[in-house]
């Protein structure tokens, strides 16, 4: 059974730093690219970045880029968000989903995690 | 970037046939943008329904069907179920470039 549980979520002012995870199981995680998906409170989805599923393609939305770092490490089957400089803006619910395919321009989400509430604030 | 527009809300009886839309402000919406189409609950996370602008997940409900219609990307419910009411979104790739939709609210009343 596929599972995705993100982890790392906590108040942080603006300005700060903070590193979500996303621990992956049931399947070979280095076949599949991976994606960061956000939801700030009352409002919709928005793609926040991905990476291939051998992390040599990363993608980001021009409202991260620069500040947000995608990586992941197949040795311990965990996707990462480190995030900086941040705002009042980035608070949201943090999803991790699964891309359905090894590529992550292409291959977009089958599985997601449950969510992990990043809030910026003074 | 690139603007993906939804219908704000709908309203489909129980029984009855709806069809959601995606549309894109740079033209018309192929195959190979890929559109996702996902269902969203109060409370929980999103779930895929369509993947691929018509291939169903395997816990896709076969009432559910994906389609591009006059230059977008459509979700059609067929047979609404009460359990159905739910936030939609559909989702384009742009070479590489997710952009989400602003979602649709549905109504099953």
């Known amino acids: 059974e596929v599972q995705l549980v993100e982890s790392g979520g906590a108040l942080v002012q603006p300005g700060g730093s903070l590193r979500l995870s996303c621990a992956a199981s049931?399947?070979?995680?280095?076949?599949?690219?991976m994606h960061w998906v956000r939801q700030a409170p009352g409002k919709g989805l928005e793609y926040v970045s991905g990476i291939s599923s051998n992390g040599g393609s990363t993608y980001y939305a021009d409202s991260v880029k620069d500040r947000f770092t995608i990586s992941r490490d197949s040795s311990t089957n965990t996707l990462y968000l480190q995030m900086g400089s941040l705002r009042p803006e980035d608070m949201a619910i943090y999803y991790c989903a699964r891309g359905r395919g090894s590529r992550a321009n292409t291959a977009m989400a089958d599985y997601w995690g449950q969510g992990t509430l990043v809030t910026v604030s003074s | 970037q690139a603007v993906v527009t939804q219908e704000p809300s709908l309203t489909v009886s129980p029984g009855g046939t709806v069809t959601l839309t995606c549309g894109s402000s740079t033209g018309a919406v192929t195959s190979g943008h890929y559109p996702y189409w996902f269902q969203q609950k109060p409370g929980q996370a999103p779930r895929t329904l369509i993947y691929?602008?018509?291939k169903k997940q395997s816990w896709t409900p076969a009432r559910f069907s994906g389609s591009l219609l006059g230059g977008k990307a459509a979700l059609t419910l067929s047979g609404a179920q009460p359990e159905d009411e739910a936030e939609y979104y559909c989702?384009?790739?742009?070479?590489?470039?997710?952009?989400f939709g602003g979602g649709t609210k549905l109504t099953v009343l």
């Open positions: 049931g399947f070979t995680f280095s076949s599949n690219a």
């Open positions: 989702l384009i790739s742009y070479s590489g470039a997710w952009v």
């Open positions: 691929d602008t018509n």
